[in-house]
């Protein structure tokens, strides 16, 4: 049972443009829903991450939108740059993370074209 | 401060050989982490560890053993390889802060080929 899902899998958008990957979640437990970006040949590093208590947080150019009733949160990726070429993982977990871990979603590879 | 750190960063291995990655962190961390990442798959969970000396099993445990050997460090052991394992392995350590999952950082990874 695949517990996140993202979509979509590839997103090629124009530089200064506005990249949005959505994820949608089905355990209701889930209270922490961060964002990570890997480079190629690199670690997933974190980006953003938001709690359910708030339904939007900015940092800079990237925005999570959360929607707690619909069990959605997606990434928003204002005036998106070249350097913005990545893969993208949301991702959920429950309160004390435990053996849980982080639940990954499958990974969105986005190409921002100049 | 180096972060989280594996080694090696890419092997190779026939079929049936053994072998153990290497991870650790100087974050003073008490939650660590294996992962491996399939193409397609995102990242799964293979063990996790909340402190010196305890383990559990996580999504995908089968064909791997860990071991916690100290607060700094982490190791995945593979005692027979199969071409399935064939995947990169991440580490990644966190804290949990009053009772809320902290951001886990992860190591540069270990590109592992099983022929």
């Known amino acids: 049972q695949q517990q996140v899902k993202q979509s979509p899998q590839s997103l090629i958008v124009q530089k200064g443009g506005i990249s949005i990957i959505n994820c949608a979640y089905e355990?209701?437990?889930?209270?922490?829903f961060p964002w990570y970006q890997q480079f190629p040949g690199k670690g997933p590093a974190l980006l953003i991450a938001?709690?359910?208590?708030?339904s939007e947080k900015k940092e800079g150019r990237f925005t999570i939108s959360f929607n707690k009733s619909a069990k959605q949160f997606s990434l928003h990726i204002m005036d998106s740059q070249p350097g913005d070429s990545a893969t993208y993982f949301c991702?959920?977990?429950?309160?004390?993370?435990?053996?849980?871990?982080?639940?990954f979603g499958k990974g969105t590879h986005l190409i921002i074209q100049p | 401060n180096a972060g989280v750190t594996q080694t090696p960063k890419f092997q190779v291995l026939k079929t049936g050989q053994s072998m153990t990655l290497q991870c650790a962190q100087d974050?003073?961390?008490?939650?660590m982490y294996w992962y491996r990442q399939d193409p397609g798959m995102g990242l799964r969970l293979i063990y996790y560890?909340?402190?010196?000396?305890?383990?559990d099993k996580g999504e995908v445990p089968n064909g791997y053993n860990v071991s916690r050997l100290n607060k700094r460090e982490f190791s995945l052991r593979l005692e027979s390889a199969a071409p399935s394992q064939t995947s990169v392995y991440f580490c990644?350590?966190?804290?949990?802060?009053?009772?809320?999952?902290?951001?886990?950082?992860f190591g540069p990874g270990t590109r592992l080929l099983v022929l």
């Open positions: 355990n209701t437990a889930f209270d922490y």
């Open positions: 938001i709690r359910p208590d708030v």
């Open positions: 991702a959920a977990s429950k309160p004390g993370g435990g053996a849980d871990g982080l639940t």
């Open positions: 560890s909340a402190s010196e000396g305890t383990t």
């Open positions: 990644a350590s966190s804290e949990i802060s009053g009772g809320f999952q902290e951001t886990q950082y």
């Open positions: 974050m003073n961390h008490n939650s």
